[in-house]
């Protein structure tokens, strides 16, 4: 848990553009919560990579969206039923189910159909808000939270450094 | 563009993507393995392993070597056990998560190996019935008709003689007649009432020359005696009459009663002589049993299998009656499959073509099965199946075809065709009654079986016609018995056994007839025909022995009435005299009164 909030202090406090980070977590968020091994999340790994999101809070996200997938998955199983099952969709879902693309997508699945939505559906919000909070936070809490005891042995530390050193791939600039 | 986009993620992307083919082209075959291991295991309910398999990209298809199927019944043994199997798959339709499987060929298929270990799990995951017991302990035992001829003495000690109650009865009832016919007699008119009227007619005749008066006084007097003879003697021929309908009555019954000893014989011969019912049907009795542990045997996998020709689904139709799209439980995922309508149907799962070398105990027979999926109602074509071989190791030839159509689930139409011909049998246990154990010590075989389903109905019939046969019974013991049913057995040179199946999968008949019966009928028969003579020889004279007392007292008992008879037969002769005697008398003495 420490270790977490520290990765998540190191994030904030970083050099990266608030929309970095945001736009990472709102990628994290759809590849968390829907099923890992879905081709849509390629999609998004490439997307993640190619453009310069900060890929530590990208890990960091999809760690901690992981997690709270699976409790959140009858709720996916209920969106997606309702929506596979609804009659106004149901010419669109026998098309897509009739081309090999979709059926690869396995978009006929309720938790994956469900979980799809939801993230798509939150990902806009998501980072407006997320953004929001960096630049809040950057503004208002970061100076003192340098300067508190914690955040100078942590920066002291080597393994900070290492770290540091590493993530200035990680979409620092 | 050159801040927003970072060339070395491509970089990283592909790296990643080659990372994981190179995962999966090394983990594949693994998982593939486990993967089939794992759904055999929950299908059959014990343990299904895969030697090894191997994904091969270009073709694209599988390699599976040795598959063993352990038979949930017999954890150490194999149901199937097959070498090598080679399927080619459809690439397009995996990907839509269709498997189709163009042709699939399975060589060395083997039923019934030995396992070095138990392939039994912990968990079934079919209610499936218990099959495993021995054919011995089920259906009617047969019972043996025992031929020993029961101890009459020790019969006639339990039993009570029906004939000995009745002539004891009528002893009673005899004995109380005589005596009530004693106090009668004295009631009747006898020797001294007639002396007295003699008495009287002499004093009258005594009277001589007298007045005309007189004379008719006289006159009326030996009238009046007349009459009082008369009376008296009416008295006595309605005591004769009763007495004479009563000893026609005793002697009637003492004839019933000589009569009742053989009544007694016919009942104690029908309680305690060797039955005969029990052998009417001696096949179905002896073969029964193990008829039906193969029948159940044959249902059981039936039912096992059902999953590979039908799966259960859930059509849901709305107020209009029109199909709504289908939703489908996967095995083991998250969430469930929701199946809309497909432009080319296809099934989740087929196997176009199995071509098949099965390695029986006859030998080897090749064949094909064409169509096997859980989705005939999509495919809209029934599984069918042809295996034959000819010039066998233990057969001439053997062919089975057959068609499992379940096109329309609710309503299926199975039916199987199974001929052998010229089947070399040794040492075939076929019978494991304990009353009569029957081997087939050596001989040949052909049998014509074909087998329906429609709907739940089935029906079957297998006709086996034995020839050559060498039968005997294994049973211990060297008594006459045995060696009789032996040498009866050992006479059959020909043997026709013919089995019907009928009713539904969960209550049918097995009805089964052989000339088996018409042989151990006719020796069993005779046997008890035999022994039902001297059992009722033995009861004739030992009741015949024991009733001789009683009845010889019955019979003086009935020669008591004798002397009552003679009583009443000397009374009316003596009266009739008397009475004869006035009147023969009374034209001349009645002149010579006057």
């Known amino acids: 848990m420490l270790t977490t909030i520290a990765k998540v202090l190191k994030i904030l406090n970083s050099e990266s553009q608030p929309g970095q980070i945001s736009m990472a977590l709102s990628f994290s968020m759809v590849v968390g919560l829907t099923p890992l091994l879905s081709p849509h999340n390629l999609l998004f790994l490439l997307v993640a990579l190619l453009f310069r999101v900060n890929l530590s809070a990208f890990i960091l996200g999809l760690a901690i969206f992981k997690g709270v997938a699976y409790l959140l998955d009858p709720l996916f199983h209920w969106i997606g039923l309702s929506i596979l099952t609804a009659k106004p969709m149901e010419g669109l879902w026998t098309v897509l189910y009739n081309a090999t693309l979709w059926r690869i997508e396995r978009f006929n699945n309720s938790v994956l159909m469900g979980s799809l939505l939801f993230s798509l559906f939150l990902f806009v919000p998501v980072y407006l808000i997320l953004n929001l909070m960096i630049r809040q936070y950057r503004e208002r809490v970061l100076e003192w939270v340098r300067k508190t005891r914690i955040m100078k042995v942590f920066t002291a530390s080597k393994l900070y450094k290492a770290y540091h050193s590493l993530s200035e791939w990680g979409g620092t600039k | ?594």
């Open chain 2, 1 to 594: 563009m050159k801040g927003i986009i970072r060339w070395k993620g491509l970089i990283a992307f592909v790296a990643v993507i080659a990372f994981g083919t190179v995962l999966w082209l090394c983990f594949v075959d693994d998982f593939v393995e486990r993967i089939i291991e794992k759904a055999g295991t929950w299908i059959v309910g014990a343990k299904v392993e895969l030697d090894d398999a191997d994904l091969s990209l270009f073709p694209f298809g599988l390699n599976l070597s040795r598959l063993q199927v352990t038979d949930p019944d017999k954890p150490m043994t194999n149901t199937v056990d097959i070498k090598r199997t080679v399927l080619s798959l459809d690439p397009l339709n995996l990907l839509r998560r269709k498997v189709i499987i163009e042709r699939m060929a399975m060589e060395g298929v083997r039923f019934g190996t030995e396992r070095k270990v138990s392939g039994a799990v912990a968990r079934m995951p079919a209610d499936t019935e218990d099959s495993s017991k021995e054919p011995g302990e089920k259906g009617a035992g047969f019972k043996f008709p025992s031929f020993e001829v029961p101890d009459v003495n020790e019969i006639l000690k339990r039993e009570e003689l029906q004939s000995l109650k009745l002539v004891e009865s009528l002893r009673i009832e005899m004995r109380e007649e005589i005596q009530s016919w004693q106090k009668r007699l004295e009631d009747l008119p006898n020797k001294k009432d007639f002396d007295d009227y003699q008495n009287r007619i002499e004093e009258l005749r005594s009277t001589k020359k007298i007045d005309a008066s007189r004379l008719l006084g006289k006159a009326r007097k030996l009238n009046s005696i007349r009459k009082d003879i008369k009376r008296d003697l009416d008295n006595i021929k309605s005591a004769r009459k009763e007495f004479d309908d009563l000893l026609k009555l005793l002697k009637r019954r003492t004839d019933q009663a000589a009569k009742a000893p053989l009544e007694d014989i016919r009942r104690l011969k029908d309680k305690y002589s060797l039955q005969g019912q029990g052998v009417s049907n001696i096949t179905q009795v002896l073969f029964g049993p193990k008829i039906s542990y193969w029948v159940e045997g044959a249902l059981v996998w039936y039912e096992r299998l059902r999953p590979v020709i039908e799966r259960t689904k859930q059509i849901q139709k709305d107020s209009e009656g029109k199909e709504e799209p289908e939703v489908i439980k996967p095995i083991r995922a998250k969430g469930v499959d929701v199946r809309f309508k497909e432009k080319k149907p296809l099934p989740d799962f087929l196997i176009k073509m199995a071509d098949t070398s099965l390695q029986i105990k006859a030998g080897d027979i090749k064949g094909k099965i064409n169509n096997i999926t859980p989705d005939q109602d999509i495919l809209g074509i029934p599984l069918s199946f042809a295996f034959s071989g000819d010039h066998l190791k233990e057969a001439d030839s053997v062919k089975l075809e057959g068609e499992l159509n379940h096109i329309a689930p609710s309503k299926p139409k199975d039916k199987a065709n199974l001929r052998i011909r010229g089947y070399r049998i040794e040492n075939l246990v076929m019978s494991e009654s304990k009353e009569l154990p029957i081997v087939l010590k050596k001989g040949l075989a052909d049998l014509k079986l074909s087998v329906s389903r429609r709907g739940d109905v089935i029906s079957a019939n297998a006709l086996t016609r034995f020839y050559s046969v060498q039968l005997l019974s294994p049973k211990e013991g060297a008594g006459s018995l045995i060696k009789a049913v032996n040498s009866s057995l050992s006479a059959i040179r020909n043997l026709n056994i013919n089995v019907e199946i009928s009713g539904t999968l969960k209550d049918y008949d097995i009805r089964l007839s052989s000339d088996l019966d018409r042989v151990l009928k006719n020796f069993i028969g005779k046997q008890l025909k035999e022994q039902t003579a001297r059992f009722e020889k033995e009861l004739k004279v030992a009741i015949s022995e024991k009733v001789k007392g009683p009845f010889g007292d019955l019979k003086s008992d009935l020669d008591g009435f004798d002397s009552i008879s003679s009583v009443i037969s000397s009374r009316l002769e003596e009266g009739n005299k008397l009475l004869k005697n006035i009147k023969g008398e009374h034209p001349g003495r009645l002149k010579s009164l006057f």
